[in-house]
């Protein structure tokens, strides 16, 4: 019985060792137990050492067999104490001595053996009530190790961060065909900070232009939609001394600085350079095939009028809010 309990004892100790460890390292104790691989290993461990039971139970019983034989009262002695591994697992009780446990009822010839419980049974049964109380403790006492719920919000926070990284960095992958024209504030203002750093050399700080083109106009040598205007800022016009700024500008800023440039669209400059190119009229598939061709004949008449009266010289201030 002494035996008993100590075997108990130390498995306790073993459960709580193993425990102590997961107290500490959470996190990394779920994933673990959450790895396939480790339940594998463990798989092969258990299976093992029940190989090595098999083999050592074997050996032990053949060369039981080529042991000298022995007295009757040392058979009898050894009979009477079961030894090893298994006898301390079932505590079975010898087929001699079965008379001592036989409970004195008889149903129909059926008789009861007052056998102990099997050991194995019992410390199981024991570690499952210390379990019990270890782990309400780890869970839901000290909230040592967060419970399924909070390690599925936690994996939904990492997963929105990894898709924002993604999202950070897919900014930059667009190119003069999915660019799209930003009206994000903040982006904007990135634009004409990059416009002023590197633009206004060629294209004047108001965009009325220099060197380079007025970019105030409705009138585009390269085209005036934003994927136009990206691709020029992106790939350049060499030969006319507009520099590529793909080597120099990320994909996003190119798209911050040409979404930029066309809110100067109908603002005034100070010196405007003359129109270059064609004039671009945004395509607006829905609303065109609404309006009659009279209306649009109207609208360029009126295009028209304001163009010949910024040439005169006169300030087109209505135009600007
Ligand atoms: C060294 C002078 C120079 C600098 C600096 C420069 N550009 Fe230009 N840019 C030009 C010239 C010259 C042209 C006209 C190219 C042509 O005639 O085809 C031009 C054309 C353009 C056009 C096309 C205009 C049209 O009518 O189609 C855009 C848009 C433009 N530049 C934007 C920018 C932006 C944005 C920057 C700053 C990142 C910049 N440029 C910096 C000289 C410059």
Redesign the pocket.
């Known amino acids: 019985m002494n035996k008993t309990y100590k075997s108990a004892a130390a498995l306790l100790v073993l459960v709580l060792a193993v425990q102590m460890p997961a107290m500490a390292a959470g996190e990394w104790l779920m994933d673990t137990l959450n790895d396939a691989y480790f339940w594998l290993v463990m798989m092969g461990i258990v299976l093992l050492g029940v190989a090595l039971f098999a083999v050592n139970h074997a050996f032990n019983t053949i060369s039981k067999q080529f042991a000298k034989p022995k007295s009757a009262e040392e058979a009898a002695a050894e009979e009477v104490k079961p030894t090893g591994i298994l006898a301390a697992l079932t505590d079975a009780t010898p087929v001699e001595k079965e008379a001592d446990i036989l409970l004195d009822h008889d149903y129909d010839g059926i008789k009861e053996l007052d056998n102990n419980l099997p050991p194995w049974w019992k410390w199981g049964f024991y570690i499952s009530i210390v379990y019990a109380v270890v782990y309400l403790l780890i869970y839901h006492v000290f909230n040592i190790v967060p419970s399924s719920s909070e390690r599925w919000e936690n994996e939904m926070a990492s997963a929105q961060e990894q898709i924002d990284r993604y999202m950070a960095t897919a900014a930059n992958l667009i190119d003069e065909n999915s660019v799209t024209l930003l009206e994000d504030e903040g982006r904007l203002k990135n634009g004409k900070k990059?416009?002023d750093l590197?633009?206004?050399?060629?294209?004047a700080a108001d965009g009325g232009g220099?060197?380079?083109?007025?970019?105030t106009d409705e009138?585009?040598?390269?085209?005036?939609s934003i994927n136009?205007?990206f691709a020029?800022?992106k790939n350049?016009?060499i030969?006319?001394?507009?520099?590529p700024?793909k080597t120099q500008?990320s994909p996003a800023e190119?798209q911050d600085?040409?979404s930029?440039?066309l809110t100067l669209q109908g603002t005034t400059p100070a010196n405007p350079k003359a129109a270059?190119?064609e004039k671009y009229v945004p395509e607006a598939p829905e609303a065109a095939a609404d309006e009659d061709s009279t209306d649009v004949e109207n609208a360029e008449g009126e295009a028209s009028e304001e163009e010949s009266a910024s040439e005169e010289g006169t300030e087109v201030a209505l135009v600007t809010p």
Do not use: D, R, T
């Open positions: 990059i416009y590197n633009c206004v050399a060629c294209h220099l060197v380079g083109p007025n970019l009138y585009w040598i390269h085209g005036g136009s205007v020029v800022i350049g016009v030969e006319k001394g507009m520099i700024w500008l190119m600085v040409a930029y440039v270059e190119g």
